[in-house]
């Protein structure tokens, strides 16, 4: 855990500012800090510094690491940090950055939300590799699009949440929190040396991912140099000692200063938490327990707030339709209006009419009369007398025929007219219908609120020795394999996702640019080899630790 931390705190430049002080740019998950330290400062005065403004209380987990001359070492708290200082790097599969990608926006951004966050977005922030970048043949909307894909299954995780599952993908990099060291055998074969929280590794020194052996702190009683040779005694006392040599005599000290922090802490998480963490524990369950139930409340207002913006919706949707109707129905209303006043007056036209012609029949008849009466003496005079009381006979009798066919035209205009007005009665019976409609529909009711042995060691002239407790180790063992169960049991479905993703993208990939790591990778999950760093030790570690030496020792 150490070694994980670690690696999340950095140092990665270092330069002079004025004469007195000096400025350290120091590297977290997701976010860089820049510290004006004086000369005379110590590493304690820097980390405490560090600590104050992360907010940091359980200290003891924690460190600042650093790498000079391709060795990786701590910063010495009773030293000067002039005199120290560096910069890691982490092999991380393709697939696993794209989740880590994923949950850092959900840390930064908050929950996934369409309309805000929309196509390049991510544009500017810097969330994966370029080594990944420059792999596939993506471009960087191909990219946004697969860390958006993820980011949007996180809503609902607050800020804390998604770092720590940030942190829990992490730590489960091969290469994450393993401190590596170029050792040599008694055959003076080359080898790599790594210590983390887990134990000790012996890696091939052309693969950093998947080492040859491992020992778990439980299995280690003392480890102790003298001079350049670093001798290893297993707990099982009739196992000879695992023994290497190093470059340097400072490199024997730094491991041995590594292998002491490490297993510290290993003992430290097994006993029981001292009355400062479990104040601490309280206080954080304290903390969980209202951010959940704020988090409750919130998505109650919030469901609260999109179940009204619902119902306005409706009603401006069912009021514009009420309205859409209303003025529907006042335009049938003014049409049924003019209609019927167009029919009146083309009634009276047409009775008027009817009286004209009648009155002309009636005059024509009067004449026919008066023709009649006169005496015409010649026969000329009768001839053309029967011949106009003829004329005025037809005429009087077409008049007549008019007279009817206009009054007959005028009752069908009355019906009409009649007809008119019960149409124009129908749509203001209508319009009334309407504006008498409830404005508001029944609303549903709010729904209710959703519910202690410290190992010691010895310093003696140039040599130094540490000694574990065998009754400690002993009673760790069956803890840390309940651990791994139960670890891996939660892993599953994170593997699953990874291998999804691994799978999509596998098709863009450019053979020709991956690493010596990418290809060691890609062998290893084609071989079916443990899907993560615990799976690996575990594997190793079946082996008797008598076994792992002598093979140590053939190499």
């Not at 074969?189 to 439980?218: C, M, Q």
């Amino acid at each position: 855990m150490a070694g994980a931390i670690a690696s999340r705190m950095s140092f990665s430049s270092l330069k002079r500012k004025q004469p007195k002080t000096f400025t350290v740019r120091i590297v977290t998950m997701d976010a860089e800090m820049e510290f004006n330290c004086e000369m005379k400062w110590k590493g304690k005065d820097l980390f405490d510094l560090v600590c104050r403004t992360l907010g940091l209380r359980e200290t003891w987990f924690f460190g600042l690491q650093y790498t000079i001359k391709d060795t990786v070492a701590w910063l010495k708290m009773d030293k000067k940090v002039k005199k120290q200082i560096l910069d890691e790097k982490v092999y991380c599969p393709p697939e696993a950055s794209v989740l880590l990608a994923s949950y850092a926006v959900q840390a930064k951004y908050g929950d996934y939300d369409p309309s805000v966050h929309k196509r390049g977005f991510l544009a500017q922030e810097e969330l994966l590799p370029k080594r990944v970048i420059n792999l596939y043949q993506m471009t960087p909307e191909m990219w946004e699009e697969r860390i958006t894909a993820w980011y949007a299954e996180h809503r609902g995780r607050a800020r804390d949440e998604a770092e720590m599952e940030y942190l829990k993908i992490a730590q489960d990099l091969e290469m994450y929190g393993v401190n590596y060291f170029t050792i040599r055998n008694k055959k003076g074969t080359e080898l790599l040396l790594g210590v983390d929280a887990l134990g000790l590794h012996i890696y091939d020194p052309e693969n950093r991912l998947t080492p040859k052996i491992s020992f778990p702190w439980n299995e280690i009683r003392n480890i102790s140099y003298s001079d350049k040779e670093f001798t290893i005694k297993p707990l099982d006392k009739k196992i000879d000692v695992f023994k290497f040599n190093s470059s340097k005599l400072r490199v024997n000290k730094l491991i041995l200063q590594l292998c002491i922090g490490n297993h510290d802490l290993f003992m430290r998480r097994r006993k029981a938490d001292s009355l400062e963490v479990q104040q601490m524990k309280a206080q954080a369950r304290e903390e969980k327990a209202r951010k959940q139930m704020e988090r409750q409340r919130l998505a109650r207002e919030k469901q609260m707030r999109e179940e009204a913006e619902r119902t306005r919706d409706e009603l401006e949707r069912r009021l514009l339709q009420m309205k859409e109707e209303a003025t529907m129905a006042n335009e049938a209303l003014m049409r049924s209006e003019e209609t019927a006043d167009l029919l009146a007056e083309k009634a009276q036209i047409t009775e008027e009419e009817a009286k004209l012609l009648a009155q002309k029949a009636a005059e024509a008849e009067q004449e026919m009369q008066r023709i009649k009466a006169t005496a015409i003496r010649t026969e000329e005079e009768k001839r053309l007398m029967e011949q106009k009381v003829l004329e005025a006979e037809v005429l009087a009798l077409k008049m007549a025929e008019e007279s009817e066919r206009r009054a007959k035209e005028a009752d069908q205009l009355k019906q009409d007219l009649q007809e008119a007005r019960e149409a124009e009665r129908r749509a203001k019976q209508k319009l009334l219908e309407i504006a008498t409609k409830p404005t508001y529909p029944p609303m549903n009711p709010i729904p209710p609120p959703l519910p202690p042995d410290i190992p010691s060691f010895d310093i003696i002239g140039d040599s130094l020795s540490f000694d574990f407790k065998d009754t400690d180790m002993k009673r760790l063992s069956m803890e840390i394999e309940k651990e791994k169960v139960e670890y891996m049991e939660k892993s599953k479905h994170l593997q699953e996702q990874l291998n999804e993703l691994k799978t999509e993208i596998e098709a863009l990939k450019l053979k020709e640019r991956e690493t010596a790591l990418d290809v060691l990778h890609s062998e290893s999950s084609d071989r079916g080899g443990p899907s993560s760093k615990h799976n690996t030790i575990k594997k190793l570690t079946l082996q008797s630790a008598k076994s792992r030496v002598a093979f140590f020792e053939e190499l």
